[in-house]
């Protein structure tokens, strides 16, 4: 009996020790993540110690892959300190930046002496690969992501989209990691939260801002449109990427940015990116894919019912002719749109003064612009691919050109194709409506003359026959060929006699 109260005694000894021994373990585990070369204030000291003079440095590298790795590691208490009042964010952006602006210094150079100094600048992009996959390991952290400023959101979108625009010129197949890298930031930047409802705005100037700094003349939608040739995985996470910057912006606004992307060729991308889905042999690659797609197309469907209503709901707000023209006069007026306003005007002035012609132009004409405002593709024309033929529009000798400045961007001239074949055709609408016109009229004038004749015919045969050919003759242009009815002299009773007077 002793001998077993004794066993059990040791056993709940060495139970004691154990756990003792691994709480110990734990607890210097912990304290090794906490100080030393592990610890975040280290690391953020490193991360400051990065510089433009220094970035070379075999170090720049590894402090990166060091604080990706910690804070996928470490967890939720080592974030927390390195997030105390953004200083591990702050610095690491200040490093990136340092790395970014050695990387356009390097460029400017190779331009300028011819020196290609290509292993510098793998290494400059090696150090960008680390630094975007440290900063999707941070946002990874769900309470890092919700409550994130609005200006240190900016910051790290600007950098993502800065490394996306340098990785975009290289057009190296090794940096598709890290552009998925960058698309996956993006989204989680582009999307709303608390403390930025209107990411997706943010993003789209930064994308200008980017475009002006690194490709300047190109598009600033290219770097996000020119991943869609990319693989499968590649080109869904980019269109997952735009859906998402679309998603907090106003039905306008997506109307002329989705026009942006077509202009930079995003359609042609897209229709072949939907031929692709076969391609996926993954099944959730397909998947996403597939949602992104539909995702897509259904926001064009909304913008375009949503565009709709707004047209009703214009025509009954603004059933006045004047408070439009008043409206639309005080936004063109001291603009560039002002004398193309005056100039439609003065066209529409010229129309020929008949009722019925006007009517059928203006028609012509509202039906053109609704076409062409509220177009099923959700998106402004392509003023830059298309070029109205103004000689085609009549034989009068004066063309647009004569009256507006030829601007290639956004000119009045380079109308969408649909508006410049109405046009092209209008004379021969025209001479349609003046047809149907004085086919109308004739039957008017027939049905006019049939009455008349009638009527005529009814007050003929009421008088004598000498009268009534008298009439015809004097009338034939009227009568023309009318048969009347006529009756005979003999045929009328002859008058009463004259009373006699009885003397």
């Known amino acids: 009996m002793s001998d077993d109260g004794n066993q059990e005694r040791e056993t709940k000894e060495s139970k004691n020790k154990t756990k003792g021994s691994a709480g110990g373990t734990l607890s210097s585990i912990f304290m090794n993540e906490m100080s030393g070369p592990k610890s975040p204030d280290y690391q953020i000291q490193s991360l400051n110690n990065i510089t433009v003079d220094s970035i070379y440095s075999k170090n720049s590298k590894e402090t990166f892959e060091r604080v990706a790795f910690s ?4 967890g939720l208490k080592w974030s927390k300190v390195f997030n105390e009042n953004y200083n591990g964010p702050n610095a690491m952006i200040k490093a990136m930046q340092a790395c970014i602006n050695k990387i356009q210094y390097t460029r400017d150079k190779v331009n300028r002496d ?3 100094r290509r292993d510098k600048q793998n290494t400059l992009h090696e150090i960008l690969s680390a630094g975007i996959e440290a900063f999707k390991n941070y946002l990874n952290l769900g309470w890092n992501f919700n409550s994130l400023k609005e200006s240190l959101a900016k910051d790290i979108a600007e950098i993502t989209i800065d490394v996306l625009n340098i990785l975009t010129l290289e057009n190296d197949e090794r940096s598709n990691k890290t552009k998925l890298t960058c698309a996956i930031l993006l989204f989680a930047l582009a999307m709303p939260n608390e403390n930025n409802p209107s990411n997706g705005q943010n993003i789209v100037q930064l994308l200008s801002k980017s475009v002006q700094k ?7 939608f290219e770097c996000l449109i020119h991943e869609l040739d990319g693989t499968i995985e590649v080109a869904s996470s980019f269109l997952m990427c735009i859906n998402a910057i679309f998603v907090t912006l106003s039905t306008e606004h997506r109307y002329h940015l989705r026009s942006e992307l077509f202009r930079s060729g995003f359609k042609a991308r897209f229709e072949q990116l939907q031929k692709r889905i076969g391609e996926c042999e993954d099944p959730r690659q397909t998947d996403n894919l597939l949602a992104q797609i539909n995702l897509f197309l259904r926001h064009v469907d909304d913008d375009y019912q949503s565009m709709n209503i707004k047209l009703e709901s214009i025509s009954s707000s603004w059933a006045d002719l004047q408070a439009c023209f008043d409206y639309f006069n005080s936004l063109v007026r001291n603009t560039s749109s002002e004398p193309i306003l005056a100039s439609i005007i003065n066209r529409l002035i010229c129309i020929r003064d008949d009722p019925a012609i006007r009517f059928s132009y203006l028609r012509l004409i509202d039906e053109c612009i609704t076409r062409i405002v509220f177009s099923k593709s959700a998106c ?5 691919t298309y070029s109205m033929d103004s000689e085609s529009i009549g034989d009068s000798g004066v063309g647009l050109n004569d009256h507006m400045p030829s601007m290639r961007n956004g000119s009045l ?9 109405a046009v092209n055709n209008l004379a021969v609408l025209e001479n349609e409506i003046q047809i149907n016109l004085m086919k109308g009229r004739v039957e008017h ?7 008349l004749s ?3 015919e009814t007050v003929l045969s009421k008088v ?3 009268t009534a050919m008298n009439l015809k003759t004097q009338y034939a242009d009227i009568f023309g060929d009318i048969t009347l009815n006529i009756g005979s002299a003999s045929s009328t009773p002859p008058p009463p006699p004259l009373p006699t007077s009885m003397e």
């Open 464 to 466: 004598d026959v000498q």
């Open 380 to 384: 402004d024309p392509d003023f830059d």
């Open 445 to 451: 004038l027939e049905q006019t003359r049939e009455k």
């Open 454 to 456: 009638k009527a005529l």
């Open 214 to 220: 690194w490709c300047r003349g190109h598009e600033r």
């Open 71 to 74: 804070l996928k590691k470490y």
């Open 114 to 116: 011819h020196d290609e």
């Open 413 to 421: 001239h380079d109308l969408s194709q649909m508006a410049g074949n």
